[in-house]
Structures are given as structure tokens and as C-alpha cells.
T-cell receptor, first 110, second 116 residues
Framework: SQQGEEDPQALSIQEGENATMNCSYK?????LQWYRQNSGRGLVHLILIRSNEREKHSGRLRVTLDTSKKSSSLLITASRAADTASYFC??????????FGSGTQLTVLP | EADIYQTPRYLVIGTGKKITLECSQTMGHDKMYWYQQDPGMELHLIHYSYGVNSTEKGDLSSESTVSRIRTEHFPLTLESARPSHTSQYLCASSDRGGLASTDTQYFGPGTRLTVL
């Protein structure tokens, strides 16, 4: 079964609003990464948070990690129509591979 | 943009044909991966390689095969394509790194395969 599960599966918001996506995982991790995928394209790495970090920022992105709850959230502030994409979390652990979640489809309406 | 390339971008082919999906990267990465992804769905790891002459099967069983004769090249082959192979195939690579490596992966644009 997939290590990461994103929630919600799909999210529609108006431009300018904030978008929050959640990721839960099952086993211990070294780091958790978020990726973005535009329709029909490959994934692009957005941000990484290590297991000893609790929060990280990159531009309009804010990631939190709660290892006790085995969960992470990705917040996109002041969303734009160009943020419309699928967002995947991926966990890195001792297996030295990434395990991807099922993704959240974000639609930002103009 | 990552320096990882996939060709072709789109392929429509008849049942029974042999196909090879190409993937190459110019970043000198040791690790390379193939994922299969249906539209709007999750990624499934089907093959990976940690270096030249090293290939392993991933979590999802696949009838495809891979080879890694050169560091920069990781082609995927289907000997006899079937409609059930219709999907998007994504290639990725990551640096071997050390103990502190994050295994961040860089993806190609994907090949959308349709088998009629």
C-alpha cells in the first residue's frame, strides 16, 4: 500500500485564497518532500522538510511536519490560477527511495 | 528545468509491437527510476537502478524490462505491447549522495503511451 496518502483528493478554491493539503504516512522517515505535477507532465520538486524540522517556508509555500502524528501539510498562500496542478507528497526513509502518495488535485479558479 | 529527457513524448502503437521508451539525464546521477501513472492517479514504481549494470523491479509488477549500460541512459522496453500497457511512463533520477542524501528526484516530461 502507498506510504503517503494525501487529503483531500481534490480541492477547488478562488484565486487569492489559501490552499491547504495534508499528507499522512505510515513508517518512520528521514524526510518528506512535496512535488507538483502539471497535467500530462513530469513532477517538479517543490520543497523538502527533514524529520528533525517542524516547519519550512519557500516563497508562498509553507510546509509543516508532525512526526508524532506522521503527517505533513502544504499551505499555498495567495493562490494563483497557475498553481492549478496535482500535488504529491513523498517520503524518504531507510530504503533510500521515495514513496509517493496519491496526490491532491488543486484547481484555482480565476 | 531538470536535465532529464524522455522520448517520445507521445506514442500510439498497435498491439503486439515492440517499443522502447528512452530516458537520458545529463546530471551524472547514479540512481534512475521508471514510474507508471494513469491519468489523475498515483505513481507506481516499476523499475529502478542504482548504477551501471544494476536494475531492480519496483513495487508494481510490470512486463517491461530495463537496462543500464551507461550512467546517463535508462531505456524501458516492452516486447509485445498490449492495451493494458496504455499509461503515462515517467522517468526520474537522483544523486547517490551520502548518508545525508535526501533522494530528491528529478523527473522527465513523461511518455504517454497508447496501445490500440
Amino acid at each position: 500500500s502507498q506510504q503517503g496518502e494525501e487529503d483531500p483528493q481534490a480541492l477547488s478554491i478562488q484565486e487569492g485564497e489559501n490552499a491547504t493539503m495534508n499528507c499522512s504516512y505510515k513508517t518512520s522517515i528521514n524526510n518528506l518532500q512535496w512535488y507538483r505535477q502539471n497535467s500530462g507532465r513530469g513532477l517538479v520538486h517543490l520543497i523538502l522538510i527533514r524529520s528533525n524540522e517542524r516547519e519550512k517556508h519557500s516563497g508562498r509555500l509553507r510546509v509543516t511536519l508532525d512526526t508524532s502524528k506522521k503527517s505533513s501539510s502544504l499551505l499555498i498562500t495567495a493562490s494563483r490560477a497557475a498553481d492549478t496542478a496535482s500535488y504529491f507528497c513523498a517520503t524518504g526513509g531507510s530504503a533510500r527511495q521515495l514513496t509517493f502518495g496519491s496526490g491532491t488535485q488543486l484547481t484555482v479558479l480565476p | 528545468e531538470a536535465d532529464i529527457y524522455q522520448t517520445p513524448r507521445y506514442l500510439v502503437i498497435g498491439t503486439g509491437k515492440k517499443i522502447t521508451l528512452e530516458c537520458s539525464q545529463t546530471m551524472g546521477h547514479d540512481k534512475m527510476y521508471w514510474y507508471q501513472q494513469d491519468p489523475g492517479m498515483e505513481l507506481h514504481l516499476i523499475h529502478y537502478s542504482y548504477g551501471v549494470n544494476s536494475t531492480e523491479k519496483g513495487d508494481l509488477s510490470s512486463e517491461s524490462t530495463v537496462s543500464r549500460i551507461r550512467t546517463e541512459h535508462f531505456p524501458l522496453t516492452l516486447e509485445s505491447a498490449r492495451p493494458s500497457h496504455t499509461s503515462q511512463y515517467l522517468c526520474a533520477s537522483s544523486d547517490r549522495g551520502g548518508l545525508a542524501s535526501t533522494d530528491t528526484q528529478y523527473f522527465g516530461p513523461g511518455t504517454r503511451l497508447t496501445v490500440l
